[in-house]
């Protein structure tokens, strides 16, 4: 059955993460391979979303994508559910990526943020962890792979703004079998296909007027103030704005 949500003046289809689909990234492939819930879902993706065309119009003349994900509380065998996770490739004729801005609408969420060495995937120079409720703002820089985390017992549902112009990166993080830290019922567990792990480093999410929001606005509103995000299109003009965020 399909699973849809109503924003604004439209209805969007999600596209579904299904429980086979996260074995790849993993921490309990004992729990994984007793398992007959294979095909259940574990995870939405309502991508592309704007309340009106005037506003879709506007996001995608200026290359962003507007997107909500909701991520049921549960269990991955002994691992909190979570989203697959990824990177993000370079900007043409650059060697900065693309970064993304992520704001907790409802529940809480606990993101992963890491960065490793070019081309060696397994040697990781730095691990990021961010514990947001809702309104919270997290900041995904240039250089970072991420993953959510939903620690909780309610759904998360969170919203992101990003770039439109380039598909995000799966095969590190699949091929290592997840980030570099699971986390599980007892603390974050350190993933062992990872050649070099450094210890975490526990952030708070940004101050709401890091993009010059009110307290508990929803971000989704700087379809009015577009301009505003062009640090997600053309980072390499705003390598100072992203400095000190992690």
Same mark, same amino acid.
């Given at each position: 059955? *399909? ?17 086979? +689909? ?17 095909? *259940? ?7 592309? /979303?704007?309340?009106? +065309?005037?506003?879709?119009?506007? @996001? ?7 997107? @909500? ?8 065998? &002994? ?32 993101? /992963? ?7 060696? *995937? ?7 962890? @961010? ?36 598909? &995000?990166?799966?095969?590190? @993080?699949?091929? /290592? ?37 009110? &307290? ?31």
């Amino acid at each position: 059955m *399909e699973v849809t949500l109503k924003f604004g003046d439209k209805v969007t289809v999600a596209d579904v993460r299904k429980l086979h +689909d996260m074995e790849d990234a993993a921490f309990d492939k004992e729990w994984f391979e007793r398992t007959d819930a294979r095909t *259940e879902d574990m995870y939405y993706m309502f991508r592309d /979303l704007a309340k009106n +065309d005037a506003d879709l119009q506007a @996001i995608k003349n200026n290359h962003l994508r507007y997107d @909500i994900t909701v991520i049921p509380a549960g269990m991955l065998g &002994s691992e909190f559910t979570k989203t697959l996770g990824h990177y993000h490739p370079q900007v043409p004729g650059t060697d900065v990526s693309y970064p993304e801005i992520y704001q907790v609408l409802e529940g809480s969420a606990t993101y /992963l943020l890491q960065k490793v060495e070019h081309d060696n *995937e397994d040697n990781v120079l730095d691990v990021a962890v @961010i514990t947001a409720g809702k309104g919270d703002l997290v900041l995904v820089p240039p250089g970072y792979g991420h993953v959510t985390i939903n620690a909780s017992d309610k759904t998360l549902e969170m919203a992101n703004w990003v770039c439109r112009d380039f598909s &995000s990166v799966y095969e590190p @993080i699949k091929r /290592l079998s997840g980030a570099s830290y699971f986390l599980l019922e007892d603390g974050f567990a350190k993933n062992p296909l990872y050649r070099n792990v450094p210890p975490i480093r526990y952030l708070k999410p940004l101050p709401s007027n890091y993009l010059g929001l009110s &307290s508990g606005e929803n971000m989704y509103d700087l379809i009015n103030e577009i301009e505003k995000l062009r640090f997600l299109t053309s980072p390499q003009d705003f390598m100072g704005f992203f400095a000190g965020v992690l």
